[in-house]
């Protein structure tokens, strides 16, 4: 069984940097796509990034594009360094994961079989 925990969530001022790393366990991920998702309070849940992990090739919301990478990190990890940091990015941010996605679906939430619990993120302004 997949599981997903993310970590490095807190609070933090408009312009400041985050660093958030999705700890993933349980198969080889050879053919998985990982992703990020947040959910504001109210809204619903928007993709953020996403990267394949076979290949590395990465897909990014317009609203994060030029202030969010999304890499893989040691081991079984993806990363999600935020920039630049705005009052609307404030969310629960996700971390997803899944096989075989294509590209045209990777920011859909659905295409993703596995979700972590979420990490708090706020941006005061």
């Known amino acids: 069984q997949v599981q997903l925990v993310e970590s490095g969530g807190g609070l933090v001022q408009a312009g400041d940097s985050l660093r958030l790393s999705c700890a993933a366990s349980?198969?080889?991920?050879?053919?998985?796509?990982f992703g990020w998702f947040r959910q504001a309070p109210g809204k619903d849940r928007e993709f953020v990034a996403s990267i394949a992990w076979t290949g590395g090739h990465t897909f990014y919301a317009d609203s994060v594009k030029g202030r969010f990478t999304i890499s893989r990190g040691n081991a079984n990890t993806v990363i999600v360094q935020m920039n630049s940091l705005k009052a609307e990015d404030t969310a629960i941010y996700y971390c997803a994961s899944g096989p075989w996605i294509v590209d045209d679906d990777v920011s859909i939430a659905g295409s993703y079989r596995y979700w972590g619990q979420g990490t708090q993120v706020t941006v005061s302004p």
């Open positions: 349980g198969d080889t991920f050879d053919y998985f796509t």
